[in-house]
Each structure stands twice: as C-alpha cells, then as structure tokens.
C-alpha cells in the first residue's frame, strides 16, 4: 500500500510541473490607533457558552495549544503575547515558531522564554509553511495557529471559552477562527461585507479566514499548512466547513503596517496575494536621496532643530523632504522671494541654488531662518567665494564636507539593479534613521559637493513648526500596488484541477483511515 501511495504521489507532482509552476496569488478575507488605542476595544455582546459545559468537553490532548508564527515587529509580537495573557484566564500551551527574525526579537524571545510552552527558532525565513513545526511539535485536537499581530478581546467569558463552546457546537466546522475588528480596516481595502446567507445562526460566518487565532481539528486538515488560503480550501475537501466567529472579535495590527512597519509590507513574497495597503505607503527615499541630505539631516539635528521646522527649497527635486515628511518642501522657486514670512522656520536649507541667483537666495534664507541657512551645491555655484564672504551682516559662515563623490557613486548605481531596488525599498522605508546615520559618516573623500552653512550670531526664539498657511508643499508619491495577473488558459486549468494539493488531502484522508483502524484494533 505504501508504493502504491508514494506512485500516486509522484504521479500527481509530475503532471503539476508539466502544467507549469504552482503558483497561487490568493488574498484571504480578513474584515478591519498608535498601540494604546489599539489594544482598547469593545466587548462584544454575544451569547455566553451553555452553562454547565466544561472548557475541557472541546479539547482532547489539552490544554489548547496554540502555535504563533514570528518574524520581526517586536512591538505587535509583546502587544499580542501581553494581550493574550492578560485576556486568557484558562490554561493554554503556546508555542511560538520563529522564521529568523532580527536580534531585536530573537533576543526578547530568550529572555521571555519562560513565558511559552516551546520556543522553535528557525535558521531561515520559511514563511508561512513554517506554522507545520509547530502544529507537529504539539498534541491538541484541535490546535489553534496565529500571526503575531493579533489582539484577542478582553470577554467575560473568555474569548477563548467561547471559541471552545464554538468548536464543540460546530463539528461540522473543521476550522474557525475569531472575526476582526474593523476598527483599522485599511480605507485603500473594500468595504468589509457579510452575505446574509453565510451566516450561521448568528454566530458564525461561512468563509475562508486567515491566520488568526484559527481554530483546526486535526483530522480535518491532513496536509501541512502551506497558507492560510490554501488551509481552507484542504478543510472542505476533507468533508468540513470553514468560517469566522461573528461575535468575536480581535484587533489586526497588521492592518496599521503601511505606517509603522512598511518595510514588512513590502517584502511579503509575491505568492502572499496583492496587498493593496501597499498603496497607503509612502514613497520610500533613494540611497541618493539620503546620500545627499544625510549631512544636512545631521546638522540640523545637531543644531537641536525640529524637523518640522526645516524648509527646503530644491532645484531638481527636494532630497531633505524626499527622506524626512516634517520637513516643509518646495520644488524649485520662481523668484528670489520665498512664499513665508520673516522667521518662519529655525532653518532654510537650499539644494542646488541657481548659479546667478544663489547668492540672493542666501540672503532671502536669513530673512526667513532663525537659525540656520545651509545650501548644498559646487564651489562654482558662488563663483569660488567662501561661505564667510557671503555671509549677511549678523551671520557668520563656513563650509563642511557634504557626501563624497565615490559614496554617492554608490547609491546612485544600486539604481541599476532592478533586485536590489526592491530590497532597497523595503529597507529604506523602514530603517531610513539608520541609512542617514550613514550616509554622515560618508561625508569624506573629494567631492563636488560642498555643505555651505550660515549661522545667526545672536539667534532669537525659533518655531517648533514651520506655519505653511497657503503654500503647497512638495511631497513624495505613494507606491502602488501591482495589478494581480490573470493567469492563462493552463494557469486557469492547473488551479481548477489543483492535482498536488488534491493528492494531498486523499493521501492524508487515507494515511487517518489507516491509523483510526489501527489503533481500533489494537484496542479491541
């Protein structure tokens, strides 16, 4: 039997790969504060679990046990495991399966190890199929498997005794996960929308469900987990159903990861679905954008200046607003006289002035300025003069080294590399404070740039925030998300038949026939 098995198996693989390479773009339906909002939310009125039920009537091999799957975003994965402790009077086992993450979160887990039933730490990212380390490490029927950026509901009884009484009054149900808050729902998402004729009794909602607190029988899914899309559709082809509970609801940080942890966002692998938040996030900076304004970046902080209180004007496009959002930027000017009033901002930092009118623009910049005016430009822009020359009577002047030639020779070439591009992305988006740390460092070697700064010699009171009024200023775009491609004819026939994935929930119903029949045997 075994042979017969493992031909099948390879008969299945080898017809896949002839129809071409398994790919599924799938987007599971999820329904949507700075984290002391976030972790506040209201109790839901729903129906308390039948009285005199016992929480353990649900669960055979208990305690629950319940598989977290980390990488990186420390603040959602000590928001979530704090929550569920706070929030879950009755016994649980929780293994947390961690895909490689940074030192930050591989250190918290150490030193918080005492707090989890078992710590599994992979050696590499393996995604989401890494959730089958855990379920394998562990003996529940059923077992619950959970991204690290969920906030369970603070219910009296439990969010836990009631997904339990869920479980127990549901056997048709192979997977049930809580619903969610739609609180943060992305705007950029479609409206979250029950149909009438999915809901069960009022307690449940017949869908597929991501990876949040889902609750899996486990001869209900007898394949590895691979996605939670895929998850789903293994439980109904084993004979059960899939759904959310209505009346149960946690808070889904992810959903705030445009903002606070974009570069997530951004490196989610292509087979993870088109995530449309991708279009709430800002247009992360070049490597040359922070090339060139690291040092002013660095001068003006040393300054005690707030960001907010910058403005820079460019010529051939703003790299200071390019990289910091405070800072108030325009591109280009018309004239010489800038659209504020006097002392509007703590500092005017000018990028590549005009040669035959940089001269006037620094004198306008300390009309405007408090504290600080600083141009970035060649010695030719100032016909070779040096800083102290030019400077207006009750300022003072002096040069400084901006980025040298042959570090900012390597931040534009990473331009070419359409990889490395994306990975840029992702990484100065969300550690763009460390990438200008250094890129001041980089301020050495010969250059054509020099940093040109003007200080006040008896400064007055500066701006917290530069006041903008009517002025427009200059902002970076946002990304978008790619278009999700429509697969052709035999990407259309491949999904259909889904023969891999088929083999799989047959075999694995097979292989549980086989064991139930003998364990009847040996008991009889």
């Not at 990304?479 to 052709?488: H, S, V």
Request: charged share 25%.
């Amino acid at each position: 039997m075994g042979v017969a098995l493992d031909r099948i198996r390879v008969w299945a693989e080898n017809l896949t790969e002839r129809l071409g390479p398994h790919r599924r773009a799938h987007r599971a339906w999820i329904p949507p504060r700075p984290y002391g909002e976030l972790v506040h939310i209201a109790e839901a009125h729903v129906k308390a679990p039948a009285a005199g039920r016992r929480l353990g009537d649900a669960v055979r091999d208990g305690p629950i046990d319940i598989i977290m799957l980390t990488h990186n975003r420390l603040e959602h994965l000590a928001a979530t495991i704090d929550a569920l402790e706070e929030r879950t009077p009755e016994p649980y086992r929780l293994t947390v399966v961690d895909n490689a993450s940074g030192p930050d979160v591989r250190n918290w887990l150490e030193a918080n190890r005492h707090r989890m039933h078992q710590l599994i730490l992979r050696p590499t990212n393996e995604h989401v199929p890494a959730f089958s380390h855990g379920i394998a490490a562990t003996l529940s029927d059923p077992f619950v498997v959970t991204d690290p950026d969920v906030i369970v509901p603070k219910l009296e009884p439990s969010w836990l005794a009631r997904m339990l009484d869920l479980v127990e009054r549901y056997p048709d149900f192979g997977l049930i996960s809580v619903g969610l808050d739609p609180v943060n729902r992305p705007a950029v998402l479609e409206p979250a929308s029950i149909d009438p004729r999915a809901v069960v009794n009022g307690e449940l909602v017949e869908a597929g469900t991501g990876t949040v607190f889902q609750f899996i029988h486990r001869h209900a899914l007898v394949t590895n987990y691979r996605s939670d899309g895929q998850a789903c559709t293994n439980v109904r082809r084993t004979g059960y159903r899939v759904g959310w509970a209505l009346n149960v609801r946690a808070l889904h940080l992810g959903w705030d990861d445009y903002r606070l942890y974009p570069g997530h966002l951004l490196s989610k692998p292509d087979e993870y679905g088109i995530y449309r938040e991708v279009d709430m996030v800002p247009q992360p900076p070049s490597l040359e954008e922070l090339a060139l304004a690291a040092p002013v970046v660095s001068t003006t902080r040393g300054a005690g200046i707030p960001d907010a209180a910058v403005i820079e004007v460019a010529w051939d496009g703003p790299v200071v607003g390019a990289v910091l959002p405070d800072v108030v930027a325009l591109d280009s000017l018309a004239g010489e006289r800038m659209p504020f009033g006097d002392a509007a901002a703590a500092a005017v930092v000018l990028k590549l002035p005009p040669e035959g009118r940089a001269q006037q623009l620094v004198r306008e910049g300390t009309r405007v300025a408090t504290t600080l005016v600083l141009a970035l430009a060649p010695l030719t822009t100032f016909d070779g003069r040096t800083a102290a020359q030019l400077a207006p009577p009750g300022w003072r002047g002096r040069e400084a080294a901006a980025v040298g030639s042959v570090p900012l020779a390597m931040a534009a070439a990473a331009v070419g590399d359409p990889g490395l591009v994306k990975q840029l992305q992702t990484s100065t988006g969300q550690d763009r404070e460390r990438w200008l740390e250094l890129f001041a460092r980089a301020a050495f070697g010969p250059g054509d740039l020099r940093l040109w700064i003007w200080e006040r010699e008896q400064g007055g009171p500066a701006p917290e925030r530069v006041d903008v009024g009517r002025v427009a200023p200059w902002r970076p775009g946002f990304l978008e998300a790619p278009e999700a491609q429509r697969p052709g004819l035999l990407g259309r026939i491949r999904r259909r038949i889904d023969l891999r994935d088929r083999a799989d929930v047959w075999l694995g119903r097979l292989r549980r026939r086989t064991t139930t029949q003998r364990e009847s045997e040996w008991s009889s």
